[in-house]
């Protein structure tokens, strides 16, 4: 740290990505991240942006937000998009948090709303998932503040129905929900719809997940022609071309190629479900993930043992130590071969006990 | 806007990018993007990296900080990479101005400081150009505040020595220089080795000129290791992943092709001196540009006129409504043809009067 930083961030704690190791070789199940490439399509019309990156990309992004706009029954109006949807969930935070309103979020989510809050001198209220992990509805009806939920939440890949959160919604329309959907395409239902009825809704998405594109970084932001706006005025306050050439066209063409979008995460799904089983025949217990990732533990093998074993055997998964969840670990649905690797090292794991 | 927007950003009046038309083809002088694609090399990493785009990005950019420390002939703890060099000056704004530290920089200058500094509610000092458009060091040796200069200036194309840039710097060291050298490349020279003896000096650069990077986003931050420190906590608190894969192995790409680089950037020299003088030939007077661009104006034509002829004529070129230089145009320089093209246009305006 320089002695010229500015006061307000000197004791702010940064987030911390998912390890990247370079000195080994592992099957990554670490950052949730698809074992599939992204669409040909998307790849041909990223391809094509390459000799024409000296022109500057379209700040607007008018071809991918009329396309998004129309496979998601909005309006061009309706969407923003964004440098990975972190840059649409930062600029939530900047536009509806601090002051006299705090942002809340659960206890055990995503760990970047808590960064967020921090960079923007926000007040956090952090509401304690129940026992099993679930939401307690009743605690967001009654919180003031900006309420942020990944749903399905992350790690758990635990969701609320799109009914509990028109209820939240309708509890109190003067102040904002934003629902952070990174995980939805895996097999929950979305919010989208509901922006036409609640104007204090913003629900992001991402490419990075069901739609492989995590390196080319793509997100969206969905709501009110008015939030739109705030975030607008703030992207171009910021930085107006976010979006670079390569990433918008990428968006295109995965949009474009909806068979593939399909058929991926239907295996990712099945794929879940299989090693779900496989897991539980082990003596695993999980939670009932909707996500691209299982949150599991085994009673007899801790946490951080699990992991540090499994990073022994060349593989990769994610262990938080937050208290409440530091006898589990996240781990990433990847392609069935990994999957089959994961459940032989699990196996030997399990027996040498 | 909406009614939930924080009031901090009610009043904020967002960058307004220049103007990119899609009713008719122009010859687009008016945003200094480079006339040449991206170097082959660059487009060849790039799209090696297609394919792999369902993994994230490395969020420190190994790969790229090492070969731009290396170009630079600083150490990698000396560099960070930014989706664009406005990510980089946003981050510095960031982390340097606000609460008792104005922003300090030119009254004609790039129009994105001022955005910066009110988005981030930082007080500003704007300190006016002598009357030639050069800058008073005196002025700048006495404020008090994060000094940010663009050098060479947009949109004059005027620019301090680096012994005016040091004299600056040792003036006082309590506080950040911020050196912007987005248009170094065409025949200045940078302050880069000055961040060795001076820990007050943050460099920005850019690939979106001389590197016909533009729609690729890919700005550079050059600074003792404790500036970089900072900027890293900011970006790490903000959007980790910035810099998407394709963009970083463009950058690669682009660092490895010297004599392509070399090449582009002697071509935008010449021709801005041809350009130059064509002009001078026509009547037009104008600054001593080291950008890729010309600052002219012509004493029997306004500046807003003489944009809106050369529009009639399909030529889009920037005019600033700002009083102090309404009577002028930049011009970028684009290819032989395009100047041309000016040329004869602009023979034509001159001739009518």
């Known amino acids: 740290m320089s002695k010229f930083l500015s006061k ?4 702010l704690q940064a987030y911390v990505p998912g390890e990247q190791p370079k000195e080994r070789k592992y099957v990554k199940l670490n950052t949730n991240e698809s074992p599939f490439q992204p669409s040909k399509k998307a790849q041909e019309l990223a391809k094509e942006q390459l000799q024409k990156c000296m022109l500057y990309s379209d700040p607007d992004c008018k071809e991918l937000c009329s396309l998004l706009a129309k496979k998601l029954g909005v309006g061009t109006e309706n969407v923003i998009v964004g440098n990975g949807s972190d840059e649409i969930l930062n600029f939530a935070f900047m536009a509806y948090c601090g002051g006299e309103t705090p942002a809340v979020f659960p206890d055990i989510t995503y760990g970047f709303y808590k960064v967020f809050a921090d960079l923007h001198g926000a007040k956090k209220t952090e509401l304690p998932l129940r026992e099993d992990f679930t939401v307690n509805l009743e605690d967001y009806k009654q919180a003031k503040g900006t309420v942020f939920l990944a ?3 992350a790690p758990t890949g635990l ?13 109190d329309s003067g102040r904002i ?4 959907e990174a995980y939805v395409d ?3 239902e979305s919010c989208v719809p509901l922006i036409q009825k609640y104007g204090n809704l913003l629900v992001s998405q991402t490419f ?3 739609r492989s594109l995590a390196g080319a970084r793509l997100g969206v932001g969905i709501a009110s022609r008015e939030i739109i706006e705030d975030l607008n005025r703030i992207k171009y306050s910021t930085n107006p071309y976010n979006v670079n050439r390569m990433t918008a066209a990428a968006g295109v063409g995965s949009l474009l190629d909806t068979e593939y979008f399909e058929a991926c995460r239907n295996k990712i799904i099945a794929n879940r479900e299989w090693t779900a089983e496989q897991l539980k025949a082990l003596g695993f217990t999980m939670t009932e993930s909707q996500g691209n990732f299982l949150f599991v533990r085994h009673e007899k093998i801790g946490g951080q043992e699990l992991y540090l074993k499994l990073k022994e055997k060349g593989i990769l998964v994610r262990h938080f130590a937050q208290e409440r969840i530091c006898e589990y670990n996240r781990i ?14 699990l196996k030997e794991i399990v027996c040498e006990r």
Chains 1, 2 share one sequence.
Not at 159 to 171: F, I, T
Not at 332 to 345: H, I, R, Y
């Open 8 to 11: 307000k961030y000197q004791g």
């Open 151 to 153: 749903n399905p939440n």
């Open 177 to 180: 929900v934003v629902i952070d």
């Open 332 to 345: 990433t649905v990847g392609s069935p071969k990994e999957m089959e690797t994961l459940v032989k090292a």
């Open 186 to 188: 895996f097999g929950w």
């Open 208 to 210: 990075s997940k069901s």
């Open 159 to 171: 969701a609320l129905s799109v009914a509990e959160v028109e209820e939240l919604l309708a509890a």
